[in-house]
């Protein structure tokens, strides 16, 4: 049985991503980690000295620990799913901190966390909470925005640069969610020059997992990554992306010298992150 968490704020945002991630994976038995996680500075002094001779934890987790068991019992009634079980967690913690303890003791597979995509005169792609989990938490973790309605994915979209290896564990990961029989692969490798070693290696890896029938797979050289990515999910119907982490910063290494709030696609669809 795999354990995956759900991060939530309550946000529709959150919201959305977790009743995303119940319906893709409605047919796995899966124990799914509901996670509420405070803020120390949602909590003024004064506040917790009016209930000093309150346990001080209890009073601090009371209210979110109720709204979290509601919400446990929403997702229980509307989905009806034996094959889902919901386990709830409050943790008073710095954010990736808390999450890095849960996907430890609790043995997690995949995070699956909500993000706003672009918004207003900021013009961010990912929240601060969003890209922490992205830089700091080596775990698998699906992104989802905010009102992206659920279908089942049709195109998934993975580029790699030279550092990138298409491994049969990473496509196992991918399987895991986006099944083989049910979507298309774009396979996009990305290098420098002309005389590299990848596509053999690629093409080899990919033999061992799919047909022929089941992906498309692209060689291209002396372009940037960010040029690549941008003009292929222009020109073509992706709605689940897959991306590979190295230790260089995701954003930096996808968007160097690129305008990125020109690049909101990358906010409006799935977005699942694989660490190197």
């Given amino acids: 049985m795999k354990n995956i968490l759900l991060l939530t704020d309550f946000s529709n945002a959150s919201k959305n ?8 994976l409605e047919k796995q038995e899966i124990n799914f980690h509901l996670v509420y996680i405070h803020k120390a500075s949602a909590f003024v002094s004064a506040d917790l000295m009016s ?7 209890a009073n601090i987790i009371k209210s979110p620990k109720d709204d979290l068991e509601d919400f446990a019992n929403q997702l229980k009634s509307v989905y009806k799913n034996s094959n889902h079980k919901f386990l ?42 969003t890209l922490n989990v992205i830089r700091k938490v080596v775990c698998p973790t699906l992104i989802i925005p905010e009102n992206y309605e659920f279908v089942k994915p049709k195109q998934v979209l993975i580029p790699l640069d030279e550092k990138d290896q298409l491994s049969n564990k990473r496509l196992r990961y991918i399987l895991d969610i986006v099944s083989k029989d049910e979507a298309i692969y774009h396979i996009l490798r990305i290098t420098d020059s002309d005389n590299n070693t990848c596509q053999d290696s690629d093409t080899k890896t990919l033999k061992q997992l799919f047909t022929t029938s089941d992906y498309v797979y692209h060689n291209i050289t002396n372009v940037p990554m960010h040029h690549v990515v941008d003009t292929y999910l222009q020109t073509n119907d992706i709605d689940f992306e897959v991306f590979i982490i190295q230790k260089l910063s995701f954003l930096e290494r996808l968007f160097s010298g690129s305008p990125i709030t020109k690049h909101s696609k990358i906010a409006s669809v799935p977005l699942f992150i694989l660490h190197d």
Wanted: overall charge negative; glycine content about 8%.
């Fill in 88 to 129: 709830q967690h409050i943790d008073y913690d710095v954010f990736t901190d808390a999450v890095n303890q849960l996907v430890e003791l609790q043995s997690i597979d995949l995070i699956v966390m909500g993000t706003n995509g672009v918004t207003g005169a900021d013009e961010v792609v990912f929240g601060s909470n």
């Fill in 51 to 57: 209930n000093a001779t309150e346990n001080l934890y």
């Fill in 17 to 24: 991503a977790i009743h995303y991630a119940i319906k893709i």
